[in-house]
Structure formats: C-alpha cells, structure tokens
C-alpha cells in the first residue's frame, strides 16, 4: 500500500519533472544547449502565478495561460541576446553564459522581491480521494490532467504543424533546413518559447501542490528535470516524459522507503549511473564519433 | 616476414559496409598506395588500424602482435603513426611543442620530476628539443619553431603534421592524402621528400591518395579500394591497365558529372 | 642528416625561450611581496581583516589556478571543484579536532610551535590527499564524458558530496563545524606560492604538454601516442589535490565549516574567475582570483547585487572574449625571446569533430 500511495505521489512529482524536462530536451535536440537557466523560467512562472493570483485575483486557467506566456517571451529574449550570439562557439562557452543568465535571473528575483519563502495562495481547496487505501488528491489529478493536455498539444504542434516539421527539420540538420528555406532563427525561438511556456506551467503547479515558492526554488528542480532528461535520452521529447515519471517515482521511492535526507541525491546518483552506462539515455541510440 | 597483415577485415557501421573483408600486407620498407575513388573506405581502414574504430571482424597483425581491442595511443606507442585527411595539428601550440608532444611517450621523465624540475627533466627536455629542432630541420620547419601552427601556411601545416608523426618514431608510418589541396609542385617536392624521409629513417610507408596519378610516381605496390572491397593490387603499372580499376574510376567520374550538371 | 646537428645550440639551451634569470627575479619579488606585507602588518596598517583578506586570496589563487589545470590546460569541463575543497576543509578539520587538538605537548617553547606546525602541515596534506584520492575515483569513470556532460556530471558529484556532509552528524551535519584557527597569512601564502609553482612546472614539462594536447584535439593526441585518459585523470587529480589544499586552509581561517559553504555556488565562483583570467593562463588566473576576491569582499553587503554583477561579467566575457582577459597567454610571455603569432585571435578549445 506504502508503495502505491508513493508511485501516485512520484507520478505526480514526475509530471512535473517531465514538462520541465521537455524544454531542456527540447532546446538540446535543436541548439545542442544545457539551457542551465530553464529551471529559473520555471521559478519565474511561479512568480508570475503569484502575483496573478494575489494581486489580480485571476482564477486557475488565465493565470496558467498568463504564466505561460510571459515565460514563452522571456525565453525567447533570453535566447536572443545570449545564447544567439554563440551559436557558433564551443559548446562549453554557451554552458558558461546559460549559467550566468540562471544566476541572473534568480538573484535578479531574490534582489526584487526577497530571498523568502512566500506562501503560493490558494486557488482550490483540497479534496483527497481514497481509492482502495491509496490517498488521490484533486490537486494531483489537477497536475495528471494539465501535464496531460499541454503534452497532446505538443505532440499535435510536433507532429501535425508547419513549425513542428521545421522543429524537426533543425534538429537533424541546421544548415541543410537552412537551405531548404526553413527560417531557423524563427524555429530556434519558437522551441524556447515552447520549452518556457511548459516550464511556467510546471512552475504554477508546483506553486498548487507545494505552496512555497522562492527565488531559488528552480535550482533543483532544474538540475533534476535536465537529469530526467538525460536519462530518457536527451533530443528526445517522449524520452524525456518518460525521464521525468521515473525521476518523481525514485525520489519518492527514497522518501518513503529509505530516507528524506537523500532525496537530492538520488537524481545525482541516477544521473552518473546513466552517464557511466548508457550516456545516450534509455531511449537513446549510440552514436560513434566521426573522424 | 610481413610488417603489417590486416587478414578478413571488416566493419560496418549500421546497414553500410564500409570495409568489406579486406586482407593486405606489407613488408618492411614498402611504400604502399591505397587508392580508390571517394567513399571507398580507405580513412575507415586508417581509423580501424590506429584504433579510433574497433573492426566488425578481421584480425590485424603488426611485428606479430594484434593490434584488435589497442587504444589508439597503445597503437602509436607500438610504432604506427598516422596523419589526417584534414590536418589536426594542436593549433594553438607552437611549431615546437606539436612534435614535441609527439615526441612525449619515448622520452618522458617521470611526474614527480617535472613538479621540482629534477636534473632528469633538464635532461629530458633538452634532449627532446634537440630532437624535435632536428626533424623539424628536415621538413625546413626549424626557422618556424615557434609559430602557432595554426598561423602556417597551408602547405607547412601538411609538412608540420609529417614531422609530428615521425616524432612518434613509427615503423610504420600511414599518411592520409597527405598532397591534398598542394600545387603540382608541393606535390612532387613532397613525394620525393616521402621517399627520402622513408630511405633516412627506414620507415614502412602506407600512403592514400584519392588521385591516383599521383600515387604511380612514388608508391611500389598498390591496393585499390572500390566500395569496401579490395578490387586490385599490384605494381603502378598493373594498376593502370587494371580494367576493373579503370572502371571504378570512370564510375566515378560519371557520377562527378552527374553531380555537377545538377548543381 | 649530417646537417640536422648544426641546429643552433642557443635554441636548444634555453627550454622556453625566457630570459634565464626571470624565474629567480619572480622568487625574489615573492619574497619581497612576503617581507612587505609582513612589515605593513607588524606596523599596523593592515588590520586582521586586511590579513584575513590576503589570506583568503592566496587561497582562492590555489583554487583558481588548480581548476584552471583541469578547464583551462587540459579542456575537462569540471563544475564539482567546491566538493573537493570540502572534502579537504572537512578532513582537516576532523583531524585538527580529534589528533591535534588531543595531543598534549611539552618541552620547550619553539619545539612545541615546530611539532604544531608539522602536524598542522601533515592535516592540510592529508586533506588533500583525500580529496585527490576522491578525485581519481570519480575521474576515472566519469572523465570518458565529453563536455557539457562532464560538467553536469562534476556538478552532480559536488552536490552529492555536500549532501552527503549534510548528513554526516560525526562533523556537524547541516549545523557545521567549529574548526582552531590555525591559517596565518605565512602558511596561506607560501603553501599558494609553493602550489603554483608546481603546478607551473608541471604544465612547463612534457606531461603538461600532453594534458594540454587533449584539450587540443583529443584524437590527435591519442594518435601521437598520449595516453588522454591518464591525463585527464592526471590533471583531475592534481586539481582535486590542491583543491583539497586550498580547503584545508580556508577551514582552519574561517574557523567555522559547514556544507551549504561549498555548494554549486562556491564552485561557479571559482569558474568565474577561472574564466575571467583565461582558460589556459597561470598570470590570467592569478589575477583574477585577486581581483574577484577584492570586489567580492567589497560588494560584501550586497549579496543579490554581488551576485547579479557575477553573472553579468560572466555573460559579457563570453560575448566578447570567451577565452577570457589573457585567453592562453601568460602575462611572462612579455618577456619571451620572440613574440608569438596574432594575439587576438580567439583560442579554440574545442573542434568540431
């Protein structure tokens, strides 16, 4: 029972991981970039939540769609003047830079508004659901349902739309879709607009499910969503969901079973172990070097 | 007694076959052409004797030890250098520390005398610049010793990458297209510089050329690759009138023509 | 071949080309650098605050430069360095409070400062020794990554390391741990003079030429016959062997440790000057870490602020300079025999494969 009441509870965790997961493996299918400040996108959904909710008093749906949209632009302001620039260099100069934007952003945050903890309001009063002795929260099937839907359209804007053909396109080759006509600056934009309106939805629910939020709340969670990604094989979005679900499981699983203490160290622990193993992730396909 | 005896070698890298069970040999002091036209496989064979990929199948022997499952620089140390089809030098060195570093696994000292600067690192690193300055003076790359190399012209980065090599103290020495992109005239010095270097230092010299005519000057015997597979050998001359070698090559240039109407 | 032996012997005499005295004109302006801030000290113008300062920039030097062993010369992206100073600063200090400080001396006066001294050097090296040996273990398997997952992988590493301390009640846990104050300025600057200097004869020899030729290019150095793995680990090693150096003293100045100080950030702090200086440059990385450090204790009371700045520089410098303020040169290349090619060019640390 102790076991079911953790998977629901990873699962739940885990969605979370995934959608923030997403937009790291998003962004690293096209440009090849840890986008090291992803997990701070989703710290400023959360605010932007916040402060959609305190001080305008929106209800659940516009204050997600608001999140969501001012994220997508940061995201894609922040590619254009740092990361743009550097498309070019080695990859370990953009890593750097991604750094500097993650640092700037949180303690432009904390200089703001306070290194705080502030209490997310409360947008439904919780209801717990027994199902046969596992405890089921509204707010978790809330969480089940939006990770849901955002992932349908994802898949739908991937699969079914001009832009997700181009998205598709870059990945595999930048310069050959260049020629075919395909503006790769315009889909580079669009991925990060994606991966950060996806994060800012991460960032609302965990403000529902867990209602602290902080300026560097994104750390973590950032650093677990990009192992996540890894692990189900970075470039690769179903690879990625998959990541996350397990991700939120184990860390739950250590909770429950072993100790709390190391419930950071397990997404560490999986992320060497997969490196060492199989770096190309569990959905992955090894590729050997050319020379 | 052969120098080197590469016996069923293959490799594919997922559905395509790049090496298809190749055997070759080559005796002490041969200098060897393999040629074929472009996509034929010959760098894969390169990559696969210095150990950058390890083969599908095929045994490689060299002076009676197996080179299948070495690392590249166990390869080296054991006597094969090579160069590259498109230069790799360490181009933010100079001139100086690229052959020096080649240099590096004959005549290191030890760590710990590096860190105090022992009598023996003295020694070590002055008997290492004298022998660096001496092929450099050979390949005529003394005065440039202490150039960036990436700061070379064109033609003394493809020399500088040579005189690396041999710093390795190789038996056998595999240089890739090492004319490619020179003049005719960088062309001819080079392969008589080749040859010269071969005589001075009693070296085994495997050499790809895409150009075949270029080869015919300088090598004794020839192998010919065409699609993986071994489809000639012999001397220039029988390589000449080989009809299946005029054939791949004129496939080729079909195909070259094909391509550039497209274009 | 009869002719190669006329290569000028003058070359060959002079292994780096530098004047033969500059090493002996550095060593003494060392030393003179010591004298003066001693005579400033015992005259009063530098309180223990200035001292506390210098002491902590000769420590950060320690750890720029070793990071810069590994980053800058030999091209392996580490983002863990904190994790190895810790283990450093935690061993030492373990050892400084359970032999040290239960010893009990007698006899005269200067023997018993001399053995206190010996066992405090004995702690700071066990310190790093345990840091190095960390570094071999975690080198060995995670140095096969390239790039970008080796920094991610080092980082996770120097995470788990704090996490670890965390629950490690034997040394304070999360609370932290009280440590004697046993750092004085001449143990932090001669052990930062005594560690750079070899650190800089290690990267003047030909095992630092092969550390730097995997930064290079790595194919090319395994095709010349070097061993990259042994290097990679070689220079992960020593880096994590100064690392641990550097955390020794920084425990024993501070005198109080605990995890959350060498978290991600102290580690990214350490980057930033590494980069600030130059990846590949000795001078650069010398001052940097000087500089940060001033600012850094300036913008004290400002810590978003300090923050904030750090990020900026971070980001400009890799907009305009990625190679840093001296990119691979050292400010000593001033006095070369014969100047190198373009100094502006950028310096390409990674090749597309």
Known sequence: MEFLQQLVNGLALGSIYALIAIGYTMVYGIVQLINFAHGDIYMIGAFVGFFAVV????????????????????????????????????????????????????????????????????????????LGGVQVSNVQLLIFGVAL???????FIIYRTR?????????????????????????????????????????????IAYPRIDPYMGILPG?????????????????????????????????????????????????????????????????SEKV | MSLLSIKKLSKSFGGLIAVNNLSLDIQPGELVGLIGPNGAGKTTVFNILTGVYPPSSGEIWFQEHSLVGLKPYQITQKGIARTFQNIRLFDNLTVLDNVRIALHSHSAYRVTSSFIRSASFKKGENSMRRKAMEILKIFKLDDKYDEIARNLPYGEQRRLEISRALAAQPRLLLLDEPAAGMNPQETQELMELIRWVRNAFSLTVLLIEHDMSLVMGVCERIYVLDYGMLIAQGSP???????RVIEAYLGEEVATVAEDQQH | MADTNQVN????????????????????????????????KESGSLNPYHIQILCLICINIVLVVSLNLINGFTGQFSLGHAGFMAVGAYVSAFLTRNVINQLTFSGAEWLVTLEKAGLFLLVILAGALVAAFLGVLVGLPTLRLRGDYLAIA????GEIIRILLINLDVVGGARGYAVPKLTNFSWAFWLMVIAVLLMVNFINSTHGRACISVREDEIAAEAMGINTTRYKVMAFTLGAFFAGLSGALFAHLFVYISPQIFGFLRSIDILVMVVLGGLGSITGSITAAIFI????????????????????????????????????????????????????????????V
């Open chain 3, 9 to 40: 012997q003058m070359q060959i005499a002079n292994v780096e080309n530098y004047p033969r005295g500059l090493r002996w004109v550095i060593l003494v302006g060392v030393l003179l650098l010591y004298l003066g801030i001693l005579g400033l």
């Open chain 3, 154 to 157: 080092t980082l996770g590493l």
């Open chain 1, 55 to 130: 001080k305008y008093g929106l209800p659940f749906l516009p204050t997600l769609l608001l999140a969501m949209l001012v994220c997508s632009v940061l995201g894609v302001i922040i590619e254009k003047i740092a990361y743009r620039p550097l498309r070019n260099s080695p990859r370990i100069t953009a890593l750097i830079t991604a750094i500097g934007v993650s640092l700037f952003l949180e303690n432009v945050v904390r200089w703001r508004l306070g290194p705080d903890p502030r209490p997310f309001p409360e947008l439904f009063s919780v209801k717990v659901f027994s």
């Open chain 1, 149 to 155: 839907v955002l992932i349908v359209i994802l898949q």
């Open chain 1, 223 to 287: 650093l677990k969503a990009f192992v996540a990604a890894v692990l189900g094989g970075i470039g690769i979005i179903p690879g990625a969901m998959l990541g996350g679900l397990v991700m939120g499981v184990a860390e739950l699983m250590v909770v429950g079973f072993w100790s709390s203490d190391y419930r950071d160290a397990i997404a560490f622990a999986i992320l060497i172990i997969i490196l060492l193993i199989k770096p190309t992730g569990i959905l992955g396909k090894n590729q």
């Open chain 1, 163 to 207: 832009i997700g053909k181009a998205m598709r396109a870059v990945s595999q080759d930048q310069d050959a879709a260049r020629l075919m006509g395909i503006n790769v600056d315009r889909t580079i934009s669009v991925t990060f607009a994606i991966g950060s309106a996806l994060a800012a939805a991460a960032g609302i629910l965990v403000g």
């Open chain 3, 293 to 352: 450090t001033v600012v850094m204790e300036m913008l004290r009371q400002l810590v978003e602020l300090r923050v904030i700045i750090f990020a900026v520089i971070l980001i400009l410098v890799m907009l305009v300079r990625p190679q840093g303020l001296l990119g691979n040169r050292e400010i000593t290349d001033l006095f070369r025999r014969k100047q190198r090619g373009d100094p502006d060019e950028p310096a390409q640390h990674q090749k597309a």
């Open chain 2, 237 to 243: 001359q029988e390589i000449k009138s080989h009809p």
